[in-house]
Every structure is written in C-alpha cells, then in structure tokens.
C-alpha cells in the first residue's frame, strides 16, 4: 500500500523516542514546577513568578526534548521537515509565551508588595505605575520579537525581507507614518512611566471630567469619572495637553463654600459655629486649613467664603456639602433676618423703591403689594 513507504523502522523509533522523551519530560515538568512552586511559597516574588511560568514550563520542556529527537532523526524520514519546522515554531511560541508570563508574574509581586489601598499610598502608586507601564511596554516588545522569529523561519519571509530592505526609501516612509500614533503612545508611555504626570489612584479633572486614573496600559488611560463612566484617553494626551491632577504629590486639598447674607449677620457666631461643626467630623477635616472670610461686599450684599481642608477630595466633598447645610440651617435658626431678602419702600405719596440685598440670579420672585 501507498502508507507503508511512510511507516518505515527509523520512523517507528523515531516516533517511539519522541513519545518516550515527551513522557519523560512531561513527568520531569510536572515534577520541576511542583518542586518551583513549593520553595517559592515562602517568598512574595517566586511565588508570583513560580505560578505564572508554571503552565508554560510544563509545555516548553516537552517540545525541546521533542526538537532534539527530531534534529538526531534521519533526513529521509517523511515529512521530517515539516516536522521539525512546526516543532521550531512552538517552541518560539511557548518562549515569548515565558517571557510574557514572566513580566505579568513580576508585575503582580510589584502589585502585592505594594498596594494601594492604604492611607498613605504615594509611594505604592508611583511603583506601580512605573512598573505596569515600562513591563507592558517591554511585552509589546517581546511580541515584535516573538513574531519576527517565527516569520524568519520561513526561507520566503527572509527573502522578502531582503526585498523591502532593498526598497525601503519610500516604503519607510509611508509605514513610519502609518504607525506614528503606535509609536507616538509607546514613547509617551515610557516618558509617563519615568516623569509620572499621572500615577494609579490619581484624581485628575480630563475634558472637564472628574476621576481617578483606573488603569495605564501600553497605548491608552482609563479614567474613572465618579459616576462610574469609564473615560479613554491615549496616552499621548497627558503628554501634550494640559490636565489637572489633585494627587500630584499628596492627597491632600483645601475647598470653599460660598454664601450670599445680609450685611446684619455677626460674623463671630458663625465662626464658631463653623469651627464646631469641622471638630465634630475628624474623619472628613484633617485639621489643617478652616477660614471663614468675607470674599466681596457690594451694595447689597455680602459674600462668604469658608476655606477647610481634608485628606483627599472624596472627603472634601462630603465636608463642604455638610458644611453648607448646616451653616445655612444655623442662619436660619439662630438669624432668619440676616437671609437674603428683599427690601421695598411703600411710603405715600412715593413710588415703590426696591432694595434687593441679594444678587440678580437668585432674588426670589417679585410678590405685587397688597
């Protein structure tokens, strides 16, 4: 028959010595990432890095002991070649699928070494970022790599790579132009990752939308906008625009409160009221800035500005928007007639003069006279 040329006696030993050796190392593979797996528990590092090359070691082993049965074989077996060729292209494969796995393994021991979910994280967020930007950045890389030797193995594809570097003037060109933006994103990656404009966990105000840097990949940031809207931005963007970011060295921020009153309001009341209400609230005043100051006085009304610092802005948030209620509430307890409010003269004999007391936009509306 046509198949029994193929199924010749240096064929059968040769595939029973790739079955053995494929076996063996299997077992060997097994055994090795066990033995990896149990010596690194003890350390942070190895074991982050012991489970992510455990899958792809278990793989790797096996093909190299299944190259070096296939070089040792006779040229005249059947479709050795090809054999040979697709057992190049695993290995190549499973390499770059190593290296991969290595700088994730790397990454997450960065991540658990240094977490963010403490008060003061600053310097957890200034490593993390470092690290996730330049190990992704660096994978890019290892994928280039990974697929141009596994291309090179091909006769055909180094011939025609040796056509385009003969003619690469205006070819180039245009592919220089046509990956600008790709390599525009890696280098201002790399320059995040160095300078640090941006860190995880930042507070950032982007197209006028409020934040927190959620994730920085090879190419792009994720924003996320405090009502859970995701904002994506490349990273270019924090490179050549202009943003604001309230976390740039500490998370620490001082915020205002404004009211309109009457010019009859004591101001020392509610100094002191102030000054009790941040003491009652520890958790959201850190202690450091509380002003009450009268910030214009026009002819018709006075306005107040109240300065007090927090922690971070989240906190401060919540303070000023207590802080505006219960000041407002203690006006109206404790000085109804010192509100804004609306003055008319109705004397005879004379027209009706008006004396606002609060500015145009928020003077209530006008009652006729009874």
Request: net charge positive; proline share 5%; charged share 20%.
């Amino acid at each position: 028959m046509q198949w029994e040329r193929y199924i010749t006696e240096p064929g059968l030993r040769t595939l029973l010595a790739a079955a053995l050796v494929v076996v063996l190392l299997s077992v060997f593979s097994r055994v090795l990432t066990a033995v990896m797996l149990r010596l690194g528990r003890g350390f942070l590092f190895t074991k982050a890095v012991s489970e992510q090359l455990e899958k792809p070691i278990r793989v790797l082993l096996p093909l190299f002991g299944l190259q070096a049965v296939l070089a040792a074989a006779s040229e005249e077996l059947a479709f050795i070649d090809a054999a040979r060729r697709i057992t190049t292209l695993l290995i190549i494969g499973c390499i770059t699928w190593v290296a991969l796995r290595l700088l994730r393994g790397v990454e997450h021991a960065v991540r658990l070494k240094n977490p963010v979910d403490v008060t003061d994280n600053l310097r957890a967020r200034q490593i993390q970022t470092q690290s996730r930007v330049l190990l992704r950045t660096l994978s890019f890389f290892i994928l280039l790599v990974g697929a141009a030797g596994m291309l090179m193995t091909f006769p055909a594809a180094r011939q025609f790579g040796a056509s385009l570097l003969a003619s690469a003037g205006l070819a180039g060109l245009a592919v220089g132009f046509a990956a600008r933006p790709v390599l525009a994103n890696l280098i201002a990656g790399i320059q995040i990752a160095v300078t640090q404009p941006i860190r995880l966990d930042d507070v950032v105000i982007v197209e006028n939308e409020w934040g927190r840097i959620e994730e920085i990949t090879g190419t792009y940031v994720v924003v996320r906008i405090w009502d859970d809207r995701r904002l994506v931005v490349p990273l270019q963007y924090f490179i050549e625009k202009p943003f604001q970011n309230w976390t740039r060295r500490n998370s620490s921020i001082i915020g205002s409160v404004f009211f309109w009153v009457d010019y009859s309001l004591p101001l020392e009341p509610l100094r002191e009221e102030l000054r009790r209400l941040c003491q009652e609230l520890p958790e959201l005043w850190d202690g450091r800035v509380i002003v009450l100051q009268v910030t214009d006085a026009s002819e018709k009304s006075l306005q107040l500005r109240v300065l007090v610092s927090s922690q971070d802005s989240s906190r401060n948030w919540d303070l000023r928007c207590h802080l505006r209620e219960s000041l407002i509430g203690f006006i109206q307890r404790q000085y109804p007639q010192c509100l804004p409010q609306l003055r008319a003269d109705l004397s005879v004999g004379q027209k009706p003069t008006v004396d606002r007391s609060v500015p145009e936009s928020v003077q209530p509306e006008r009652q006729p006279p009874v």
